[in-house]
């Protein structure tokens, strides 16, 4: 392949990622159907492309309902069947993050909800909101009609919708929810952490990939005594994760988190999604697979002192 196709892949390679990160919800799948698209650029018959992006687009999309409509088929993708994998703020992954549609678009909480759309209206639902298409383009990427495009995005939107934003916060925001979430969850006092929850808040756990599937957690109170245990340094914990970490605060896909981390190796995030100040949504990662490539990105990246040295 001459330098000039390669060089234009690679100008669309970040995009290209992100896109296939929001309908996937993994990082290392995303990876592994953006090398797919690379070696069907490299065999293509380049000078029948007109456009190499709309070309491109088009086949990362369909590479990615592929998988999803075989995860489908194998009962993998009902809702909450597998967790997002996290990924740090300042992974270029995450993709555009001008508008409040393309910031939630790529939350934790969104990419669960996403799991309940058939892969038809999760194709039209990000393509849309996080990435601007119209229906004509959608449909020429998706080979459907216009029409087609239009239904699909009213279902998605129905089906995801939760009538809320998440709040924006800043680094020094998420340090101090997080502190206080973690202040309330080690006093062993339920009301404290209630306190700080909304009303219809929720959890979702990966039981450090220790579980069949994630673990829920569908009211205030249900969290608060999982938020305790989590909390709670034991022994057991210790020797799973490898040693005594230290707990950071930062962003992770744009939500305050708690992050412990072990001779810079991210071992366990525990991300916050608030709104109106209290925490909706909670979701906590610790199994290995799905915490690569955010230590990858934790060891590139200056960070504060942590809140707790070791834990």
Not at 173 to 188: P, W
Request: charged share 25%.
């Amino acid at each position: 392949m001459d330098a000039l196709a390669v060089e234009r892949f690679e100008a669309s390679r970040v995009r290209l990622a992100s896109l296939a990160y929001r309908l996937l919800g993994s990082a290392a799948d995303a990876e592994d159907v953006v090398q797919d698209a690379f070696l069907r650029w490299q065999a293509a018959d380049r000078d029948r492309i007109k456009v190499p992006e709309a070309w491109l687009t088009k086949i990362v999309t369909n590479l990615c309902l592929d998988r999803l409509r075989s995860a489908q088929a194998r009962h993998e993708h009902t809702a909450g069947a597998s967790l997002p994998e996290p990924l740090l703020d300042g992974d270029p992954m995450l993709g555009p993050a001008d508008t409040a549609e393309q910031r939630e678009s790529v939350s934790l909480a969104m990419l669960l909800l996403m799991q309940r759309l058939s892969p038809h209206e999760r194709a039209v639902y990000v393509l849309r909101e996080a990435f601007s298409y119209d229906h004509a383009e959608i449909a020429g990427i998706l080979d459907i009609t216009e029409s087609a495009s239009q239904q699909h995005l009213h279902r998605a939107r129905r089906r995801v919708t939760t009538g809320r934003r998440r709040d924006a916060v800043t680094d020094a925001d998420a340090r101090r929810i997080v502190e206080a979430f973690l202040d309330a969850a080690a006093s062993g006092q339920t009301e404290r952490l209630v306190a700080l929850l909304t009303e219809d808040a929720t959890a979702v756990s990966d039981g450090a990939g220790l579980t069949g599937k994630p673990l829920l957690y569908p009211t205030p109170e249900r969290i608060a005594a999982a938020a305790r245990a989590f909390i709670k340094p034991i022994e057991s914990k210790r020797r799973l994760i490898g040693g005594r970490p230290a707990l950071h605060t930062g962003l992770v896909n744009g939500s305050p988190a708690l992050i412990a981390v072990i001779d810079n190796r991210v071992v366990g995030v525990l991300a916050l999604e608030t709104h109106k100040g209290k925490v909706a949504f909670a979701c906590a990662v610790a199994s290995p697979k799905r915490l690569g490539r955010l230590t990858a990105t934790w060891s590139k990246q200056e960070h504060d002192a942590p809140i707790v040295e070791s834990w």
